[in-house]
């Protein structure tokens, strides 16, 4: 009896997902409305008497109901990268300059457009879907599979034979009618009315009920499949297979013999874009071959093999009304306009940056100006020039600020730099506060509970006057704050504890010193092991470590030098934060490779490519993208490029096995 009721479960759920898949991806429904939330309901009956053969990935779940009170983070198995800008002709043609340099060969791209949404990255095992993630800083995101389940274009399961295990990556976006539909509704109960579609899904994204995502109708599009092993030669040959499995993958995609086709697709688009049911900003262009996606590889931020073109920005004019100053954590001055309210790309926009004092003077803005604003990249509003033909006739060219207008010091601004600065580092009230918030923030020492009016409210209490300063708060200091409660002050002190086994490498970002990012923060981590030694450091040693220039070990050494920066790293210390390599770090870690550059090409059996290069970088080696006389191996898989290959031969560069690597580490 209890097989006879399992089949039947499974019969009624397949049938479900086929129905599913029908009626919101096709767009070809093949029975009623009312038989398809009959047989729904007969589901959810028969699931409910029967508990013990529950499926998450069962058509009733698509309703939600799961809450998420916190959203774990995960690590991407595979980085998302960012795609490099372009947005004419020229830039197309010299981005293909720049690959022939390294392929040459003939190539073939795919054209997709690019919709504006929020990022997703989607795992699947054994044609299920097991998880979904934000795309996050590219390194890692949240995971919001719950959330993600209630998407009804987005199959659970997925129809007959395609890959074991891979990731799918897309986009979560809001349709237009849709959104239109949401704000109309909560016009009619007296409410608030998004902004624009694109926030208004990546908010969804991260609601705690699921049963509230699923009421809302947003879509999944889908646009490139990410796997260690494949049989699959293109790009385009894959993502048609992934839409014969059940994913929605758009098909405006196409295939392009050159760049004259590639630019006829743009242009093309660039005009019907306005017809479509979704919001797009331009076009990403791919080479179509796979090979030569491996062959080309990655700069630090971004594929060498794609490229987005950004179609041209909405533009309005509007009134400058008055020019404010703002200042950064570093003590940078950024000037701000303060606009007439206008409607730029679905938003309400009423600020937008001047960006520095030869941007002022360049355009010759003045206050009482009609100025052109666009969104650069369709996100950061800037102003873009001004119509001389309304200027008001007692109008008096713009005087840059000469003080910080937090603390009244006196501004600095060396030569060569655009910007101004203040110079009061440790008594400026928003250099202190962003500090801190720098310190705090996910990517560096990840401390939960602790935002921006909190960190000002410790400021003002005379809590806190440094990041050193955290690792002394009490829970009894903090209740008797306003807005503060018990469990909220002593979740603040338990994530300031919590914070002291962030690894080295993100202590050493959260200090926050000039120039010191993520990525150059894990260079100087890895090469020098301790705090100690980084500050022991000279500029001739700093700039022996790959990729850190003259301006980065200048201002290392200037932090090093500072004897306030000795006495807060002191502190941090003695309060137990990770100020060196874990011993686990150290264990995998040698200087074997050291001094050797590695090029890692095709597909390999024990290790996949990341895990190859980890261990290059892990043993003191570098990794390169591509060949050249500095190279001295190319660890060689099955179906390594061509070019590669012959360029290896020609300089007379020792080729690799996967083994024989291993015997080398």
Request: glycine share 6%; net charge negative; charged share 30%.
């Amino acid at each position: 009896m209890s097989s006879k009721i399992q089949d039947q479960l499974l019969k009624l759920r397949e049938e479900l997902h086929q129905h599913n898949h029908q009626y919101y991806v096709l767009d070809n429904p093949v029975i009623s409305d009312y038989d398809f939330d009959k047989k729904l309901k007969d589901l959810e009956l028969l699931e409910k008497a029967n508990p013990q053969f529950f499926d998450a990935n069962s058509p009733t779940q698509r309703v939600g109901g799961a809450v998420t009170k916190k959203f774990e983070t995960l690590t991407h198995k595979n980085r998302m990268y960012s795609l490099d800008n372009s947005y004419s002709k020229e830039d197309l043609l010299d981005w293909e300059k720049r690959i022939l340099k390294i392929v040459e060969a003939p190539i073939e791209y795919t054209c997709e457009l690019k919709y504006d949404g929020a990022s997703i990255n989607i795992s699947y095992e054994k044609g299920l879907l097991t998880k979904a993630v934000t795309r996050g800083d590219g390194f890692q995101g949240d995971d919001v599979t719950a959330n993600i389940k209630t998407i009804k274009t987005l199959p659970l399961q997925l129809q007959g034979d395609f890959l074991e295990s891979f990731e799918i990556r897309g986009e979560i976006i809001l349709p237009l009618d849709g959104f239109q539909k949401m704000n109309e509704d909560r016009l009619a109960a007296g409410e608030e009315m998004y902004a624009n579609p694109r926030n208004t899904a990546s908010g969804s994204l991260k609601l705690q009920d699921s049963r509230e995502v699923a009421n809302r109708p947003l879509d999944c599009l889908l646009y490139q499949v990410v796997v260690d092993k494949t049989n699959y030669k293109s790009h385009a040959e894959l993502l048609n297979a992934a839409r014969n499995a059940g994913f929605k993958v758009p098909k405006t995609m196409l295939v392009a013999a050159n760049i004259e086709e590639v630019l006829q697709f743009i242009a093309d688009w660039d005009v019907k874009r306005h017809q479509l049911p979704y919001e797009t900003d331009g076009v990403v262009i791919k080479v179509n071959s796979l090979r030569q996606q491996e062959e080309l590889g990655y700069t630090a931020k971004a594929p060498r093999w794609a490229m987005a073109y950004k179609f041209k920005t909405e533009q309005q004019s509007t009134v400058l009304k008055e020019i404010t100053y703002q200042v950064g954590r570093t003590g940078a001055i950024t000037p701000v306009a303060n606009l007439m309210p206008v409607q730029l790309g679905g938003t309400t926009v009423k600020r937008a940056s001047l960006h520095n004092a030869d941007q002022i003077l360049k355009l010759d803005i003045r206050l009482g100006d009609t100025v052109y604003v666009e969104k650069g990249g369709e996100i950061i509003p800037k102003i873009v020039g001004v119509d001389l033909s309304k200027r008001p006739q007692l109008s008096q060219e713009t005087t840059y600020t000469s003080q910080c207008p937090e603390c009244a010091t006196v501004l600095v601004r060396k030569k060569g730099d655009a910007k101004h600065y203040c110079p009061n580092e440790y008594g400026c009230p928003p250099q202190i506060t962003g500090r801190i918030q720098h310190f705090i923030s996910r990517k560096a020492m990840d401390i939960d509970g602790l935002g921006g009016e909190t960190i000002d409210l410790l400021r003002k209490e005379g809590l806190i006057q440094t990041y050193a300063d955290l690792y002394e708060l009490k829970a009894e200091q903090l209740v008797p704050l306003e807005r503060m409660a018990d469990k909220s002050a002593w979740n603040i002190v338990e994530g300031i504890e919590n914070s002291k086994k962030i690894p080295f490498e993100k202590v050493l970002f959260a200090i926050g010193i000039r120039f010191v990012g993520e990525t150059v923060a894990k260079k100087l981590a890895k090469h020098f092991k301790s705090m100690d030694a980084l500050m022991s450091a000279n500029f001739e040693a700093l700039i022996q470590v790959d990729e850190i220039g003259d301006k980065i070990a200048e201002s290392m050494v200037a932090f090093s030098n500072d004897v306030w920066n000795m006495q807060l790293v002191d502190r941090l210390k003695s309060y137990g934060v990770q100020l060196e390599l874990s011993k686990a770090v150290l264990e995998n870690q040698s200087d074997k490779l050291e001094g050797l550059v590695f090029v890692v090409s095709g597909v390999f059996e024990k290790m996949s490519r990341n895990e190859l290069k980890k261990a290059i970088e892990d043993n003191g080696g570098k990794v390169s993208s591509s060949i050249s006389k500095k190279t001295n191996y190319v660890i060689a898989g099955e179906n390594m490029g061509p070019s590669k290959l012959e360029k290896a031969t020609k300089l007379e560069i020792t080729l690799l096995t996967e083994e024989e690597f291993l015997e080398l580490l």
